[in-house]
């Protein structure tokens, strides 16, 4: 069931996102931009569940349509900082938009203590999944091998 929610609300936020001409990925990259520049790529990476090679497809994506800038970073001339344009700033205000009307759909009709209790139960569930340990790349394929 929680898998066919999030599903739909996927398949509905891509839609509304790729009308600013972005992917998800995209959206989430520059959402957390809007809190100011990124200065190392592997924590923008997991700020954003997104894996590095994508992250850096993203990055260039974003760059070649002028919404981020990247530069060597003042602070650590290893990093790259990486900063909305204004364009970006004003394509990012939208999907901040987007999401602010997802969450008050979902939100639609339910109570502020079931909701409350369901943040619970989804906590819980988030930390039952961290305890699972995961698979290596073999243990992974003998797994898909055997199949259900």
Do not use: W
């Not at 349509?65 to 990247?70: A, E, N, V």
């Not at 305890?131 to 199949?147: D, L, Q, R, T």
Request: net charge positive; hydrophobic share 40%.
């Amino acid at each position: 069931m929680l898998h066919n929610v999030i599903a739909l609300y996927l398949r509905q936020s891509a839609r509304e996102i790729s009308r600013l001409g972005i992917g998800v990925h995209a959206a989430r990259v520059l959402a957390r931009l809007l809190g100011g520049p990124a200065e190392r790529r592997q924590l923008l990476a997991l700020e954003t569940d997104i894996d590095t090679t994508s992250l850096s497809h993203t990055l260039r994506a974003l760059e070649s349509q002028k919404l981020i800038t990247r530069a060597r970073s003042e602070k650590d001339n290893r990093s790259v900082a990486v900063r909305l344009t204004p364009k970006g700033r004003e394509v990012a205000a939208q999907c901040a938009r987007i999401e602010a009307e997802r969450e008050r759909v979902l939100r639609n009709g339910v109570a502020d203590e079931d909701l409350e209790r369901f943040s619970e139960i989804l906590a819980r569930i988030t930390s039952n999944l961290a305890e699972v340990p995961v698979a290596s790349g073999a243990e992974a394929g003998k797994f898909a091998a055997s199949g259900p």
